[in-house]
Protein backbone atom coordinates (compact mmCIF):
# COMPACT_ATOMS: atom_id res chain seq x y z
CA UNK A 1 0.00 0.00 0.00
CA UNK A 2 1.66 3.21 -0.73
CA UNK A 3 0.75 6.86 -0.10
CA UNK A 4 2.50 9.54 -2.02
CA UNK A 5 2.16 12.85 -0.41
CA UNK A 6 2.03 15.65 -3.00
CA UNK A 7 4.63 18.77 -2.68
CA UNK A 8 1.39 20.90 -2.12
CA UNK A 9 0.74 19.12 0.74
CA UNK A 10 4.09 19.19 2.18
CA UNK A 11 4.41 22.96 1.51
CA UNK A 12 0.90 23.70 3.16
CA UNK A 13 1.70 21.26 6.00
CA UNK A 14 5.18 23.48 6.12
CA UNK A 15 2.63 26.85 6.20
CA UNK A 16 0.05 25.61 8.13
CA UNK A 17 2.30 23.56 11.08
CA UNK A 18 4.44 24.68 13.88
CA UNK A 19 7.36 22.49 15.12
CA UNK A 20 6.26 19.18 16.70
CA UNK A 21 2.50 19.58 14.68
CA UNK A 22 -0.01 16.77 14.03
CA UNK A 23 -1.93 16.50 11.56
CA UNK A 24 -4.26 14.20 10.22
CA UNK A 25 -5.51 13.53 6.62
CA UNK A 26 -7.04 10.76 4.49
CA UNK A 27 -6.22 8.08 7.25
CA UNK A 28 -2.72 9.47 7.45
CA UNK A 29 -1.28 11.01 10.59
CA UNK A 30 1.88 13.72 9.58
CA UNK A 31 4.17 14.23 12.09
CA UNK A 32 6.27 17.88 11.59
CA UNK A 33 9.54 17.83 12.69
CA UNK A 34 10.39 21.48 11.73
CA UNK A 35 8.08 24.10 9.67
CA UNK A 36 9.25 22.93 5.85
CA UNK A 37 11.80 20.55 7.01
CA UNK A 38 11.00 16.75 7.65
CA UNK A 39 8.19 15.40 7.32
CA UNK A 40 7.49 11.76 8.77
CA UNK A 41 3.77 10.20 7.23
CA UNK A 42 2.01 7.34 9.45
CA UNK A 43 -0.42 5.08 7.60
CA UNK A 44 -3.15 4.08 10.04
CA UNK A 45 -4.38 1.92 7.25
CA UNK A 46 -1.47 -0.05 7.87
CA UNK A 47 -0.15 -0.27 10.76
CA UNK A 48 2.71 -2.49 9.80
CA UNK A 49 4.17 -0.20 7.65
CA UNK A 50 7.25 1.54 8.16
CA UNK A 51 6.72 5.37 8.72
CA UNK A 52 8.26 7.10 5.95
CA UNK A 53 10.01 10.51 6.08
CA UNK A 54 9.91 13.48 3.32
CA UNK A 55 12.39 16.13 3.42
CA UNK A 56 11.06 19.16 2.41
CA UNK A 57 13.51 21.48 2.19
CA UNK A 58 13.59 21.49 -1.67
CA UNK A 59 10.17 22.78 -2.19
CA UNK A 60 10.10 25.89 -3.76
CA UNK A 61 10.36 28.84 -0.68
CA UNK A 62 6.67 30.82 -0.64
CA UNK A 63 7.69 34.38 -1.29
CA UNK A 64 8.11 36.11 1.78
CA UNK A 65 7.30 40.04 2.55
CA UNK A 66 10.28 41.96 4.36
CA UNK A 67 9.40 42.28 7.75
CA UNK A 68 7.44 45.94 9.06
CA UNK A 69 10.34 47.41 10.98
CA UNK A 70 9.00 47.36 14.42
CA UNK A 71 7.69 51.10 15.06
CA UNK A 72 10.15 52.72 17.01
CA UNK A 73 12.58 50.53 15.92
CA UNK A 74 13.38 51.65 12.49
CA UNK A 75 16.19 52.37 10.84
CA UNK A 76 17.39 55.44 11.78
CA UNK A 77 19.88 58.00 9.98
CA UNK A 78 23.24 57.14 9.38
CA UNK A 79 24.95 60.66 9.77
CA UNK A 80 28.22 61.68 9.19
CA UNK A 81 30.36 62.24 12.30
CA UNK A 82 30.47 65.89 10.33
CA UNK A 83 26.55 65.69 10.27
CA UNK A 84 26.40 64.59 13.72
CA UNK A 85 28.30 67.70 15.12
CA UNK A 86 25.41 69.86 13.14
CA UNK A 87 22.92 70.93 15.78
CA UNK A 88 19.57 70.46 13.92
CA UNK A 89 16.62 72.32 14.66
CA UNK A 90 14.33 71.27 12.36
CA UNK A 91 14.36 68.37 9.10
CA UNK A 92 14.07 68.13 5.18
CA UNK A 93 11.35 70.53 4.71
CA UNK A 94 9.99 68.67 1.21
CA UNK A 95 7.88 66.46 3.11
CA UNK A 96 4.61 67.70 5.17
CA UNK A 97 5.73 66.09 8.05
CA UNK A 98 6.25 67.64 11.53
CA UNK A 99 8.68 65.80 13.91
CA UNK A 100 7.12 66.12 16.99
CA UNK A 101 8.85 65.66 20.78
CA UNK A 102 7.51 65.43 23.63
CA UNK A 103 10.10 65.99 26.99
CA UNK A 104 10.95 64.94 29.88
CA UNK A 105 8.36 62.83 31.21
CA UNK A 106 7.77 64.25 34.96
CA UNK A 107 3.93 63.57 34.81
CA UNK A 108 0.89 62.53 32.91
CA UNK A 109 3.01 59.56 30.78
CA UNK A 110 0.39 57.64 29.99
CA UNK A 111 -2.42 60.24 29.67
CA UNK A 112 -0.02 61.68 26.93
CA UNK A 113 0.47 58.08 25.14
CA UNK A 114 -3.48 57.11 25.76
CA UNK A 115 -4.03 60.42 23.17
CA UNK A 116 -0.91 59.67 20.92
CA UNK A 117 -2.11 56.21 20.24
CA UNK A 118 -6.05 57.03 20.22
CA UNK A 119 -5.08 59.33 17.18
CA UNK A 120 -2.23 57.02 16.01
CA UNK A 121 0.96 59.66 16.50
CA UNK A 122 3.80 57.94 16.97
CA UNK A 123 6.11 61.01 18.16
CA UNK A 124 9.63 61.14 19.84
CA UNK A 125 9.91 61.25 23.52
CA UNK A 126 13.16 63.07 25.06
CA UNK A 127 13.03 61.26 28.25
CA UNK A 128 14.94 62.29 31.17
CA UNK A 129 16.09 59.44 33.43
CA UNK A 130 15.80 61.43 36.91
CA UNK A 131 11.78 62.41 35.80
CA UNK A 132 11.13 59.01 35.00
CA UNK A 133 13.14 57.37 37.91
CA UNK A 134 9.59 56.15 39.74
CA UNK A 135 8.36 54.95 36.69
CA UNK A 136 10.71 53.39 34.28
CA UNK A 137 8.78 50.55 32.93
CA UNK A 138 7.10 53.53 31.42
CA UNK A 139 9.91 53.48 28.19
CA UNK A 140 8.56 49.93 27.70
CA UNK A 141 5.19 51.27 27.38
CA UNK A 142 6.09 53.49 25.38
CA UNK A 143 8.33 51.32 22.75
CA UNK A 144 4.92 49.31 22.59
CA UNK A 145 2.85 51.96 22.06
CA UNK A 146 5.28 52.80 19.17
CA UNK A 147 6.67 56.01 20.16
CA UNK A 148 10.89 56.64 19.46
CA UNK A 149 12.74 57.43 22.92
CA UNK A 150 15.72 59.54 22.88
CA UNK A 151 18.61 60.98 25.01
CA UNK A 152 17.42 63.47 27.30
CA UNK A 153 20.13 62.43 29.46
CA UNK A 154 19.69 60.61 33.03
CA UNK A 155 20.42 63.59 35.45
CA UNK A 156 18.58 66.92 33.12
CA UNK A 157 21.87 69.06 34.22
CA UNK A 158 22.11 71.83 32.70
CA UNK A 159 25.60 71.23 30.35
CA UNK A 160 26.67 74.06 29.21
CA UNK A 161 29.24 74.12 32.42
CA UNK A 162 29.75 70.28 32.61
CA UNK A 163 32.91 68.56 31.46
CA UNK A 164 33.23 66.12 28.47
CA UNK A 165 32.95 62.95 30.37
CA UNK A 166 30.58 64.41 32.88
CA UNK A 167 28.13 64.60 29.65
CA UNK A 168 29.15 61.59 28.44
CA UNK A 169 28.17 60.08 31.15
CA UNK A 170 24.93 61.63 31.64
CA UNK A 171 23.91 60.29 28.31
CA UNK A 172 25.56 56.90 28.70
CA UNK A 173 23.70 56.13 31.64
CA UNK A 174 20.29 56.82 30.16
CA UNK A 175 20.99 54.81 27.10
CA UNK A 176 21.73 52.30 29.59
CA UNK A 177 19.05 52.72 31.46
CA UNK A 178 16.62 52.07 27.98
CA UNK A 179 18.72 48.90 26.77
CA UNK A 180 17.93 47.28 30.23
CA UNK A 181 14.45 47.92 30.31
CA UNK A 182 14.32 46.93 26.20
CA UNK A 183 17.46 45.08 25.07
CA UNK A 184 17.21 45.68 21.10
CA UNK A 185 15.89 50.17 21.57
CA UNK A 186 18.77 52.54 21.58
CA UNK A 187 18.01 56.66 21.67
CA UNK A 188 20.90 56.90 19.50
CA UNK A 189 21.51 59.48 17.21
CA UNK A 190 18.91 62.53 18.88
CA UNK A 191 20.37 63.41 22.07
CA UNK A 192 18.62 67.24 23.78
CA UNK A 193 19.81 68.94 26.42
CA UNK A 194 18.42 69.96 29.38
CA UNK A 195 16.91 73.80 28.47
CA UNK A 196 18.22 73.25 24.89
CA UNK A 197 21.91 75.01 26.56
CA UNK A 198 24.22 73.70 24.49
CA UNK A 199 28.19 74.84 23.64
CA UNK A 200 31.04 73.32 21.56
CA UNK A 201 31.67 70.64 24.17
CA UNK A 202 28.15 69.15 24.77
CA UNK A 203 28.38 69.25 20.43
CA UNK A 204 31.18 66.89 20.65
CA UNK A 205 30.77 65.15 23.65
CA UNK A 206 27.26 64.29 22.01
CA UNK A 207 28.95 63.47 18.54
CA UNK A 208 31.50 60.99 19.58
CA UNK A 209 29.13 58.91 21.64
CA UNK A 210 27.11 59.04 17.85
CA UNK A 211 24.46 61.39 19.09
CA UNK A 212 23.23 64.73 17.16
CA UNK A 213 22.01 67.57 19.42
CA UNK A 214 18.22 67.90 18.43
CA UNK A 215 16.40 71.28 19.67
CA UNK A 216 13.29 72.79 17.63
CA UNK A 217 11.92 75.50 15.54
CA UNK A 218 8.44 75.17 16.93
CA UNK A 219 7.13 75.23 20.30
CA UNK A 220 3.97 75.06 21.89
CA UNK A 221 5.48 77.65 24.70
CA UNK A 222 4.37 75.49 27.71
CA UNK A 223 7.68 76.44 29.27
CA UNK A 224 5.64 79.16 30.45
CA UNK A 225 3.28 77.69 32.89
CA UNK A 226 0.97 80.62 32.19
CA UNK A 227 0.42 79.32 28.88
CA UNK A 228 -2.72 77.43 28.21
CA UNK A 229 -3.71 74.62 26.23
CA UNK A 230 -5.64 76.56 23.40
CA UNK A 231 -2.59 79.22 23.09
CA UNK A 232 0.22 75.80 23.01
CA UNK A 233 -2.19 74.71 20.23
CA UNK A 234 -2.32 77.86 18.29
CA UNK A 235 1.42 78.47 19.22
CA UNK A 236 2.05 74.61 17.94
CA UNK A 237 0.07 75.21 14.00
CA UNK A 238 2.54 77.77 13.61
CA UNK A 239 4.80 74.98 12.71
CA UNK A 240 5.55 74.21 8.53
CA UNK A 241 6.94 71.22 6.95
CA UNK A 242 9.68 69.79 8.28
CA UNK A 243 9.41 71.90 11.44
CA UNK A 244 10.74 69.71 14.85
CA UNK A 245 8.09 70.96 17.28
CA UNK A 246 8.64 70.52 21.17
CA UNK A 247 6.07 70.62 24.09
CA UNK A 248 6.28 68.78 27.80
CA UNK A 249 4.66 65.93 29.38
CA UNK A 250 2.14 67.48 31.42
CA UNK A 251 -1.74 67.89 31.61
CA UNK A 252 -1.84 70.52 29.67
CA UNK A 253 0.20 69.29 26.81
CA UNK A 254 -2.91 65.93 27.18
CA UNK A 255 -5.42 68.74 27.13
CA UNK A 256 -3.49 70.05 23.62
CA UNK A 257 -2.56 67.50 21.95
CA UNK A 258 -5.60 66.47 20.24
CA UNK A 259 -5.67 70.29 18.95
CA UNK A 260 -2.26 70.16 17.81
CA UNK A 261 -2.31 67.02 16.00
CA UNK A 262 -5.77 67.43 14.75
CA UNK A 263 -4.84 70.99 13.67
CA UNK A 264 -1.71 70.28 12.01
CA UNK A 265 -3.39 67.04 9.74
CA UNK A 266 -6.12 69.78 8.93
CA UNK A 267 -3.04 71.80 7.09
CA UNK A 268 -2.01 68.46 5.65
CA UNK A 269 0.96 68.42 7.79
CA UNK A 270 1.39 64.52 9.42
CA UNK A 271 3.22 64.93 13.10
CA UNK A 272 6.17 61.80 13.17
CA UNK A 273 8.79 61.22 15.01
CA UNK A 274 12.28 62.29 14.42
CA UNK A 275 13.36 59.16 12.08
CA UNK A 276 10.13 59.31 10.48
CA UNK A 277 11.02 62.86 9.33
CA UNK A 278 14.54 62.81 8.70
CA UNK A 279 14.32 59.57 6.82
CA UNK A 280 10.85 61.07 4.90
CA UNK A 281 9.39 58.33 5.87
CA UNK A 282 4.87 58.08 5.64
CA UNK A 283 3.80 57.05 8.93
CA UNK A 284 2.49 53.65 9.13
ZN1 LIG B 1 13.93 68.87 29.67
Known sequence: MSHRI???????I??????????SAAGLTYLLRDPGGEVIVIDEADP????????????????????????????????????????????PTDQPLVGLTIDDGWTARDEVLAVLKDRKVRPTFFLTGRAIANDRDF????????????????????????SKAYIQKDLQDFEDLVRSKVPDATTVPYMRPSGGAINQTVIDASAELGYRPILWNASTGDGSTSTTPEQMVRNALAAGPGAILITHFSG?????????????????????????????SKPG
Request: proline content about 10%; aromatic content about 4%; charged content about 15%.
Open 6 to 12: SRRRLLG
Open 139 to 162: IARALDGGCEIANHTMDHAWLVDK
Open 14 to 23: GVAGASGAIL
Open 48 to 91: AARPRVYVATAATPSPTTPPTPRPGFEPRPAWTSQLLAQVAHSG
Open 252 to 280: RTVAALPGIIDGLRAKGLEPVSLTALFQG
